[in-house]
């Protein structure tokens, strides 16, 4: 079993609609937890921590559910520009990153 | 500021030979990652150090895989008797401190392209 499993999608959104992806880790002793964004034959950057309470950061919302393992994004009223892949990353042990293989957004006119 | 450079950004080889990878993090960061990733894959995690540690090696696929960090900046990744499953990107990344936070994100460079042919 992967160590961070997620749907590969993709995920075809129309503009303005909101999509929902989640992400599954195997390690119950895992302590952070992050979304990169992965623009096609780019390099993955940041885009949001995961913190236990949920957080937000204008149209995109992270959850995490410790006790089911796995960890959610949500984006609303969704960009053209959003198009890309989502890469969820675990850190298992001390340093140690884990990234799953990403969840494809397509967002259509 | 610079960011992560590596290089060469494409490296054709044929299968067998020894391939060196190149990776000079931000001036500052104490953590350095390698992951490769194939074409339509995500990244698999080779290597991390940090700082003056012992570097977690958990993610090399066979030992023909090795890497070193000297003076704790710039890293090599070595592949011996390259072998056509080699063929990825190869991606080096680096942050101010283990593991990566919003406020110490992994900053990624540009990729080494491997061919094995």
């Known amino acids: 079993r992967k160590e961070v499993e997620q749907d590969p999608g993709p995920f075809n959104v129309p503009e303005g609609a909101t999509v929902a992806f989640n992400c599954t880790y195997s390690?119950?002793?895992?302590?952070?937890f992050f979304w990169y964004r992965q623009d096609c034959r780019k390099e993955p950057k940041l885009l949001m921590s995961?913190?236990?309470s949920g957080n937000e950061d204008g149209r995109f919302t992270a959850q995490l559910n410790r006790a089911s393992q796995y960890i959610s994004l949500l984006i609303r009223d969704s960009k053209l520009s959003d198009s890309a892949t989502y890469l969820c990353?675990?850190?298992?042990?001390?340093?140690?990153?884990?990234f799953g293989a990403g969840t494809q957004v397509v967002v259509t006119p | 500021g610079a960011g992560v450079s590596q290089s060469p950004s494409n490296k054709v080889t044929e299968k067998g030979k020894d391939v060196e990878l190149r990776c000079d993090p931000i001036?500052?960061?104490?953590?350095l990652y390698w992951y490769r990733q194939s074409l339509g894959q995500g990244l698999e995690f080779l290597i991390y150090?940090?700082?003056?540690?012992?570097?977690?090696k958990s993610g090399l696929p066979s030992d023909r895989f090795s890497a070193e960090r000297t003076g704790g900046s710039v890293s090599t990744l070595t592949i011996q008797r390259t072998q056509q499953e080699d063929s990825a990107v190869y991606l080096c990344?680096?942050?101010?401190?283990?593991?990566?936070?919003?406020?110490?994100?992994?900053?990624f460079g540009n990729g080494t392209r491997l061919t094995v042919t």
């Open positions: 990344a680096s942050s101010l401190f283990p593991g990566s936070s919003y406020n110490s994100p992994l900053h």
């Open positions: 390690n119950s002793a895992s302590q952070s």
């Open positions: 995961v913190y236990s």
């Open positions: 990353v675990v850190m298992a042990s001390w340093g140690k990153l884990q």
């Open positions: 001036s500052g960061h104490t953590a």
């Open positions: 150090f940090q700082g003056n540690s012992a570097p977690d």
